[in-house]
T-cell receptor, first 115, second 117 residues
Framework: DTEVTQTPKHLVMGMTNKKSLKCEQHMGHRAMYWYKQKAKKPPELMFVYSYEKLSINESVPSRFSPECPNSSLLNLHLHALQPEDSALYLC??????????????FGPGTRLTVT | AQKVTQAQTEISVVEKEDVTLDCVYETRDTTYYLFWYKQPPSGELVFLIRRNSFDEQNEISGRYSWNFQKSTSSFNFTITASQVVDSAVYFCALSVGLETSGSRLTFGEGTQLTVNP
């Protein structure tokens, strides 16, 4: 099973709202990722969790707050977003052994609109 | 720093034609990994292939084939006898391993492939 699930599929939120995106995988992967993708652009890495610890934060604004409650779950908490944060948010997971780089499996994404 | 260039922004072919998507990469690392992903209109990125820098063997999987040439820093992707379902954006990506495990993918800008019936 190479499935990564994400909820919700679509989200519309106001600039004062607080919401969360959820991601789940059951492949036993110990690295999980959040990406942001704007239309007609490649995904941009936001965060990397390795063995449930935040290992990379690509200078993402603090209005995005990641959380990894356990090895299968990854959340992205959203607060006071701006309209320019509207995008497709993708979660991915991969194996994580040593210095090797393994393929990442992506979820279907959450299409976020900030009004 | 890593860089991936996909010079073809858009390609349009007629069904059953063969099509090659180009990918050129730059890295100073001797150990690196190359990937291709497909993103259909639904939005989900689908993993197609992973290659490490020490394995230059070409690979064929059904109608898909990949040509890895270190001498020209290229990792090209060919679809034989294209089908309408192949219509998607295709991303080439490069990664080096991280000390903390996991990986950081450097994506190309993508090539939009449209296969017309």
């Amino acid at each position: 099973d190479t499935e990564v699930t994400q909820t919700p599929k679509h989200l519309v939120m106001g600039m004062t709202n607080k919401k969360s995106l959820k991601c789940e995988q059951h492949m036993g992967h110990r690295a999980m990722y959040w990406y942001k993708q704007k239309a007609k652009k490649p995904p941009e890495l936001m965060f990397v969790y390795s063995y449930e610890k935040l290992s990379i934060n690509e200078s993402v604004p603090s209005r995005f707050s990641p959380e990894c409650p356990n090895s299968s779950l990854l959340n992205l908490h959203l607060h006071a977003l701006q309209p320019e944060d509207s995008a497709l948010y993708l979660c991915a997971s991969s194996q994580a052994y040593g210095f090797s780089s393994y393929e990442q499996y992506f979820g279907p994404g959450t299409r976020l609109t900030v009004t | 720093a890593q860089k991936v260039t996909q010079a073809q922004t858009e390609i349009s072919v007629v069904e059953k034609e063969d099509v090659t998507l180009d990918c050129v990469y730059e890295t100073r690392d001797t150990t690196y990994y190359l990937f291709w992903y497909k993103q259909p209109p639904s939005g989900e990125l689908v993993f197609l292939i992973r290659r490490n820098s020490f394995d230059e063997q070409n690979e064929i999987s059904g109608r898909y084939s990949w040509n890895f040439q270190k001498s020209t820093s290229s990792f090209n992707f060919t679809i034989t006898a294209s089908q309408v379902v192949d219509s998607a954006v295709y991303f080439c990506a490069l990664s080096v391993g991280l000390e903390t495990s996991g990986s950081r993918l450097t994506f190309g800008e993508g090539t939009q492939l449209t296969v017309n019936p």
